[in-house]
């Protein structure tokens, strides 16, 4: 019997990019944080006067309220909360990751040599 080499083929890669990823900022999430963070900020200084802790209580309940629609003071959950919190953080996501990566306005931005900004 005669044996019979076995052909076998190498595959390459392309390799991606040229060097290591680098972090980016995206504007989308980054401004659908501002509504829970200026709720916050303004339920803090609203609380402040009665001390730190009050203040730090009454900023984690706006957080909590903007982010899960529970209102822990009044015990109860309403979707009103979340336009405020959830919501715009939401939308930022959806419109980073199909703004920025469907339509390529991201990698448009990396080619065009910004650094740290992505939509």
Known sequence: ???KKITRRRRYFAR???GPRKPTIS???IAGLMPPV???WQAYRGASSDGVTAGL???GNALTRDFTGW???AGSWNWQNLKNG???VGMGVLAHRLI?????VNRMLARAGIPWIRL
């Open 86 to 88: 959830l919501v715009p």
């Open 27 to 29: 504007l989308a999430v």
């Open 71 to 73: 209102d822990v003071q």
């Open 38 to 40: 200026n709720d916050a």
């Open 16 to 18: 991606r990019g040229g």
């Open 1 to 3: 019997m005669v044996k």
């Open 100 to 104: 920025g990566g469907t339509l390529g």
């Open 57 to 59: 209580r009454s900023m």
